[in-house]
């Protein structure tokens, strides 16, 4: 394990040469002479668990630098070196470049020595603390991700395909924390763990529930908040979840609650992905999916959607949304179904799975992945298509 280092900045060359002199074999450290130099060693890569600045530098002073690498590096331990400690310097130096300790010029070697290590070993705690956190976050999250793949892969499947998608849009909508926003895509029906077995599977097959079911169903999200809420540094990923089916005019659920842009801007990511995921079986998404969701220009924040919908949709000629095409049906085997088919059934594995819907054309991206399935499972056959007519292709 690489021996923790401590950053020396000031822009007296005497003054840092003397350093290494008193300092050599006390600790592993390195200097920067000025702020600049500082800044551009922490930007190349170099790691510092402790910072020790110089208030008084031209270009840029010890309070302004100390918060540049508070910035860079959070883990660092800052402190300062000044000979004009008031109080107006104190304030901003906590505040802005937060400190850990004050010396005053001249500083004895002896208590330089005393005040690094206690540095050293705050960085220490830090770190240690941090990498606790992390290893309980991965895990927590490792457990409730694999209890939802148990509890019902389909589901499952439209949360993993909901996070690709908050991963390739994140950047786009100026999203902060883009692992934040993915994470929540991925346990956003972590809720359905309280659902009764009967419910959950039909819910995976898309069939229609009763009205009370379906009321069970959207009270989901207090359970998924309640459970996301244990795991340490997720409470925002807990609120995005709760707030999921919350629409952009101040409906849905939970009923009472933020409206328009004050509901969290994950949550009205995740409030269209949601529906996204309903209408289309594969991670392609095309602009006809989009002109869907417009229908409901009430539930959606229009603007976030336009953005989405520039990063994922895509153009898929052999889509139409016309519910009753011309041309000729017929039952085949999928062996023979061709792009631009237009499904009358569901394709339908034997055990129940409903792969595709029917009232939708077939795209080569979906018979490519009929292929994959067809080597895994039976499925229903023949299926009845319409082809030919307005809208098809092939």
Same mark, same amino acid.
């Given at each position: 394990?690489?021996?923790?280092?401590?950053?020396? +900045?000031?822009?007296?060359?005497?003054?840092? !040469?003397?350093?290494?002199?008193?300092?050599?074999?006390?600790?592993?450290?390195?200097?920067?002479?000025?702020?600049?130099?500082?800044?551009?060693? $922490?930007?190349?890569?170099?790691?510092?668990?402790?910072?020790?600045?110089? !208030?008084?530098?031209?270009?840029?002073?010890?309070?302004?630098?100390?918060?540049?690498?508070?910035?860079?590096?959070?883990?660092?331990?800052?402190?300062?070196?000044?000979?004009? #400690?008031?109080?107006?310097?104190?304030?901003?130096?906590?505040?802005?470049?937060?400190?850990?300790?004050?010396?005053?010029?001249?500083?004895?070697?002896?208590?330089?020595?005393?005040?690094?290590?206690?540095?050293?070993?705050?960085?220490?705690?830090?770190?240690?603390?941090?990498?606790?956190?992390?290893?309980? =976050?991965?895990?927590?999250?490792?457990?409730?991700?694999?209890?939802?793949?148990?509890?019902?892969? #389909?589901?499952?499947?439209?949360?993993?395909?909901?996070?690709?998608?908050?991963?390739?849009?994140?950047?786009?909508?100026?999203?902060?924390?883009?692992?934040?926003?993915?994470?929540?895509?991925?346990?956003?029906?972590?809720?359905?763990?309280?659902?009764? #077995?009967?419910?959950?599977?039909?819910?995976?097959?898309?069939?229609?529930?009763?009205? =009370?079911?379906?009321?069970?169903?959207?009270?989901?999200?207090?359970?998924?908040?309640?459970?996301?809420?244990?795991?340490?540094?997720?409470?925002?990923?807990?609120?995005?979840?709760?707030?999921?089916?919350?629409?952009?005019? /101040?409906?849905?659920?939970?009923?009472?609650?933020?409206?328009?842009?004050?509901?969290?801007?994950?949550?009205?990511?995740?409030? $269209?992905?949601?529906?996204?995921?309903? $209408?289309?079986?594969?991670?392609?998404?095309?602009?006809?999916?989009?002109?869907?969701?417009?229908?409901?220009?009430?539930?959606?924040?229009?603007?976030?959607?336009?953005? $989405?919908? !520039? +990063?994922? #949709?895509?153009?898929?000629?052999?889509?139409?949304?016309?519910?009753?095409?011309?041309?000729?049906?017929?039952?085949?085997?999928?062996?023979?179904?061709? !792009?631009?088919?237009?499904? =009358?059934?569901?394709?339908?594995?034997?055990?129940?799975?409903?792969?595709?819907?029917? /009232?939708?054309?077939?795209?080569? +991206?979906?018979?490519?992945?009929?292929?994959?399935?067809?080597?895994?499972?039976?499925?229903?056959?023949?299926?009845?298509?319409?082809?030919?007519?307005?809208?098809?292709?092939?």
């Amino acid at each position: 394990m690489e021996e923790p280092r401590v950053l020396f +900045v000031d822009d007296d060359e005497n003054l840092l !040469m003397g350093l290494k002199r008193r300092l050599r074999g006390k600790f592993s450290f390195d200097t920067a002479l000025g702020p600049l130099e500082a800044i551009e060693k $922490i930007k190349s890569g170099a790691k510092y668990a402790v910072c020790v600045a110089d !208030m008084r530098m031209p270009e840029m002073d010890g309070v302004e630098l100390l918060s540049n690498v508070a910035k860079l590096s959070p883990d660092t331990v800052n402190m300062m070196l000044t000979g004009n #400690a008031d109080q107006k310097t104190a304030v901003e130096a906590i505040n802005q470049g937060r400190i850990f300790r004050f010396f005053n010029k001249p500083c004895e070697d002896e208590e330089l020595l005393v005040g690094v290590n206690a540095a050293l070993r705050q960085h220490q705690l830090i770190t240690a603390e941090k990498a606790l956190i992390e290893q309980t =976050l991965a895990g927590s999250i490792k457990v409730l991700t694999e209890v939802l793949s148990q509890l019902n892969p #389909a589901i499952f499947g439209k949360a993993m395909r909901a996070k690709v998608w908050c991963d390739q849009v994140a950047k786009s909508i100026g999203y902060p924390h883009p692992w934040e926003l993915g994470l929540a895509a991925l346990l956003a029906p972590i809720g359905y763990v309280s659902l009764p #077995a009967d419910i959950l599977s039909r819910l995976g097959e898309e069939k229609p529930l009763q009205p =009370l079911e379906r009321d069970v169903v959207r009270r989901t999200p207090e359970v998924a908040r309640s459970l996301i809420s244990n795991i340490p540094r997720l409470e925002n990923v807990a609120q995005i979840v709760y707030m999921q089916y919350r629409d952009f005019d /101040g409906s849905g659920f939970p009923s009472d609650g933020p409206k328009g842009t004050d509901i969290p801007l994950g949550s009205r990511v995740l409030r $269209i992905f949601n529906d996204l995921g309903k $209408i289309t079986e594969s991670e392609l998404v095309v602009k006809q999916h989009f002109d869907e969701l417009r229908q409901k220009p009430k539930r959606y924040d229009m603007s976030l959607l336009d953005k $989405i919908e !520039m +990063v994922l #949709a895509v153009v898929d000629p052999s889509y139409d949304k016309t519910a009753f095409p011309e041309g000729t049906e017929h039952d085949i085997y999928l062996k023979h179904l061709r !792009m631009g088919d237009f499904l =009358l059934t569901d394709i339908e594995t034997r055990d129940g799975h409903v792969l595709l819907t029917h /009232g939708n054309y077939i795209s080569e +991206v979906q018979i490519q992945r009929l292929r994959v399935f067809q080597k895994l499972h039976q499925f229903h056959e023949p299926i009845r298509v319409r082809r030919g007519g307005k809208g098809a292709s092939g």
